[in-house]
């Protein structure tokens, strides 16, 4: 599922529905520091405010195991290649 899915009860209700049909459950959080955002908000030229980027940061509850993933993958700061 790809969304943001910043919090535990949006994200309860994908588990929810793949453990309904016995699909794995992995998360992959981008834990991104905030100074990166910014920079990449700069480049896009589909500009989103920053203010929708501090508001979802500040509502954003880190995924945990314990919510039912099977495995969560932290990828910290990525960097997309520009080849992709």
Do not use: C
């Not at 992959?28 to 990166?36: G, H, K, V």
């Amino acid at each position: 599922m790809d969304d943001t899915n910043l919090t535990i009860s949006l994200r309860k209700q994908h588990i929810d529905l793949a453990k309904k049909f016995n699909a794995r459950v992995r998360g992959i959080f981008m834990n991104t520091f905030a100074a990166l955002l910014e920079q990449r908000q700069k480049r896009r030229h589909d500009s989103i405010p920053l203010s929708v980027i501090y508001k979802q940061i500040k509502e954003l509850e880190v995924p945990t195991v314990e919510e039912g993933f099977e495995q969560i993958i932290v990828k910290k700061d990525y960097e997309q290649s520009r080849n992709t």
